[in-house]
């Protein structure tokens, strides 16, 4: 291990020994299932590896709440994401239905395009989804968002950099 990751592992693996049981506990009374509790649990001490900030927390079980929350936060958009899908195919007659391979491909793109747009600002993200989703013209995205078509523009060439800096 080198030495400047030595601080950074140890003060995760002092949360880890103080606070994981009760992190555990907190994700379950909100999410209502043991697995699920566990799962997330273990994701934000791994989370916690990667960022330095976690050496600056002055209330460790607040910071473990507030990364959890994130954490939670995107399981629940990915249930809904994987829900939505679900329907979507229920409604497709079998023999056009796609394979369990397929679905599983699909699900996947979806969840990694479903974490590249909450990257972005919601009024950006939900711009960019009504005019590639719902193919809405920009006049008809500032009426439903109550902005100026101005700003739906400014919105759109946001979304469109952050696309093109991830193809990069």
């Known amino acids: ?21 009760w992190l555990q506990g907190w994700l379950r009374r909100r999410l209502g299932c043991h697995e699920q509790a566990a799962d997330l649990a273990q994701d934000t001490f791994t989370r916690l590896l990667g960022s330095r900030r976690v050496l600056e927390a002055r209330e460790p079980r607040a910071y473990l709440a ?25 409604s497709i007659p079998e023999e056009l239905a796609p394979s369990p391979e397929q679905r599983y491909l699909v699900l996947e793109t979806l969840h990694e395009i479903d974490t590249l747009l909450s990257r972005l600002p919601d009024p950006v993200r939900q711009a960019f989804l009504l005019a590639q989703v719902e193919g809405l013209k920009y006049e008809a995205i500032a009426e439903r968002l109550g902005v100026s078509l101005g700003s739906v523009k400014r919105y759109m060439q946001q979304a469109f950099r952050h696309c093109l800096e991830l193809m990069e």
Not at 3 to 16: F, I, M, Q, R, W
Not at 80 to 87: P, Q
């Open 66 to 90: 507030t990364v959890a929350k994130g954490l939670m936060i995107n399981w629940f958009q990915r249930q809904s994401l994987e829900r939505a899908y679900l329907e979507a195919l229920a």
């Open 1 to 21: 291990m080198p030495a400047l990751d030595a601080p950074l592992h140890a003060a995760v693996s002092d949360l880890y020994q103080h606070h994981h049981g």
